[in-house]
């Protein structure tokens, strides 16, 4: 047997492509109903109330169109993942955002987090992969291979 074929081959980059999500919509806007709730109940004056409420809701704005609707230009539209944990997120304006998929990542059965520092930058970023996002069977390759994949050596 060859050498060669003996070794493990690493497993090809998996790319997503991401849709509008009606899950998040519904969580965006459930999370942010709620918090203006509890804010208008505070004991506070009315109007730091109302600013308070109206940031809120357009936070929630936009949280919908950023995360949900995929509207903005900084909307992540696409993702790759290698197994070496390098990260490409390709943004709907056409930019593009190089990085690394932090142990802090979690893949569950609905969820998972893909938490990613990008190249040149102490701060990470996090985002929300939940079922309707994308295409079953690339979604779940994605999910193993952040669940198996193995940090770069530096």
Known sequence: MRAQSARMRSPRPVRIELRPSSLAAIFV????IATAGLLAWLPLDAWLRTIGVVAIGMHGLWALRRSA???????????????????????????????????????GEWLATLVVRRDGSRRGCSLWLLPDMADANELRRFRMLLRLSRPERS
């Open 29 to 32: 806007a459930i999370t942010h």
């Open 69 to 107: 609707l995929l509207s903005l230009g900084g909307s992540i539209v696409a993702m790759e993942l290698g197994a070496d944990r390098r990260v490409a997120l390709m943004c709907r304006d056409g930019g593009r955002i190089d990085g690394c998929a932090l142990p802090e990542s979690y893949v």
